[in-house]
């Protein structure tokens, strides 16, 4: 059995912080001591893990003091503030930030797909984007039998990504439109945008700020890390990234262009063959991913594999993940588990 | 002003039946006589048209005599009755089903892109898919100025496309599914498949029925079609087509490869010139096309136009219509208006 650790989990009453608590136990993380952090104003909390009452403490440097894995889902800020402060006390720091993601000497990394980087940290691992994690566990494995020339990618992607708030507005507005009563808006497309947009019944077209050229940081990230994660600066991705109302689970319409010939089938055996994989693709019997049922699942659905006939070499696929479980929670948690 | 016409709606009592007669009544189409037509299940049903009240009689063979214009949207099975039958008797049909739209002969139009195609008509003009037409209304104004490469497009359907019933049940599940009780669905994928899923705060990747390849009929309609109203035989399109819980307004992510260089900037001051679009395109202020601001009306927006840098020539666009006014009913009487 594996030695015990101390364990930290910053943003610990936040939707991926919580779903991080509840991945340790589930996975039997070999954790001695556990703590959670937050802010001031969550600080006091109670929280129940494994039967266990653990009261959530206001995050300070010192509190990393004696802790071998913090686990980071705060906000991009706490994770620059502290991030580097727990590392320099010690304890190994994965933040699911966008902080660090593309800092160098920082491995950013999908365990089904680059394990190895991991263990050159400097004392942060990085957890990419959501929905780069779900794309890359299926380029990863055609890459390695069948070079990627390009890829165009189209999100649909859950209002769970925006937090717990951007949840239960979903909810609200979903009741407040169909009573016909006025609709409140406040989480989509960002806390701090300038417009703010109804969700329920509706597609937004914008996720993250917009950066150049017309993209949203959603698109960038997604072309960058998965340039990063599979170890390819060149690889071609581009990227339309669109918030839909789903409470929770991400799909991707990906359109993948290879060097070389890779048929639908031998797609599908190789994915059906890859870790952290499930194919889900008979479309004789309807059967295709879909976020309500890929939800709450650490696995990577894909399906509606088929051959593209409008390049030499294309394929199209769907693909579906619990954008809070393997986006988030359960990546972050493995990552932790490659260097145990 | 035009001389009067005698005008048949048959689905009189549908969706898009419904949709018909308010923009023959707004656009003051120029009628006589108006029959509405509907199954003997509907008949006798009485609307309203213009503060005048229609009774709906049950269609027969004989109910076209002395009609002008027959405008069908019924389902395939009562075109393919019905439509040639009131053809015979000197009515121009203008079907929106998917009876005749491949059919030699018969043109398939949308009048911003094939207008002249319309009078080449043996008695029956069809009416594209809703996806395939909000597409060409783009594509074409581009396609005039850089010819088309390849086209990768991934759809974001709203139930209002599969009828009346889907769009009540959407509603129903959504306040079944927040109050915790037990979800029903019929609609979708479509009322005869052998499973249906809940499209409730889920998206569901297949319209209509699989035909070959693993592809759905949708998808297979947006390249057929499009190569057939914009007559170029060897036009590249590949698409996802997915359903989502919108209630009316598709969307569709569209990727454009062109055979030379066309920018964004170039690209947008030509879809700004272009019939039946508006560009909504203004990301410092967080402005681009949504389906809950599109419903409603008869344009075709268009907007996230920017560079696409995995190929040469790439651009990505985000096109949003009411697949029921432009995308069925407006489309339908804007082809009769060209005959007028």
């Not at 990419?128 to 999100?155: E, G």
Request: aromatic share 6%; net charge negative.
């Amino acid at each position: 059995m594996a030695k015990k650790v101390d364990v930290a989990v910053v943003g610990a009453t936040g939707m991926v912080g919580q779903k991080m608590i509840e991945v340790l136990a589930e996975r039997k993380f070999p954790f001695a001591n556990l703590k959670l952090l937050a802010s001031s104003r969550s600080a006091g909390q109670v929280l129940m893990v494994g039967g266990k009452e653990y009261r959530v403490e206001e995050i300070t440097p010192a509190a990393f003091d004696g802790i071998d894995y913090a686990f980071f889902s705060a906000g991009e800020s706490i994770s620059k503030e502290y991030g580097p402060e727990a590392a320099r006390r010690g304890a190994v720091v994965i933040d699911n930030s966008n902080a660090f993601r593309m800092e160098e000497g920082v491995p950013l990394v999908v365990p089904e797909v680059n394990p190895d980087a991991a263990k050159d940290h400097k004392g942060i691992i990085a957890n990419p984007n959501c929905s780069t994690i779900q794309m890359v566990v299926v380029l990863k494995p055609l890459q390695d039998k069948m070079p990627l020339k390009r890829v165009v990618a189209a999100t649909y992607q859950a209002v769970s990504g925006a937090g717990k708030e951007a949840v239960d507005e979903l909810k609200q507005q979903s009741l407040d439109y169909l009573e016909g009563k006025e609709v409140k808006a406040e989480y989509i497309p960002g806390k701090g945008a300038k417009r703010k947009y109804q969700i329920a019944f509706n597609m937004v077209p914008q996720l993250d700020v917009f950066v150049e050229d017309g993209y949203c940081k959603e698109e960038v990230k997604m072309l960058n890390e998965s340039r990063k994660i599979m170890g390819l600066p060149e690889l071609a991705v581009t990227a339309t990234t669109v918030r839909v109302p789903v409470m929770n689970g991400h799909s991707i319409a990906l359109n993948v262009e290879f060097k070389g010939s890779l048929s639908a089938a031998e797609a599908r055996s190789i994915l059906n063959n890859a870790p952290g994989l499930i194919v889900m693709d008979n479309t004789d019997q309807l059967e295709y991913p879909m976020p309500l049922f890929a939800d709450g699942d650490d696995a990577v659905y894909v399906g509606r594999i088929r051959p593209d006939y409008t390049v030499e070499h294309g394929l199209n696929l769907w693909v579906v993940a619990d954008n809070i479980r393997k986006g988030a929670a359960t990546n972050s948690i493995q990552i932790a588990e490659l260097l145990l």
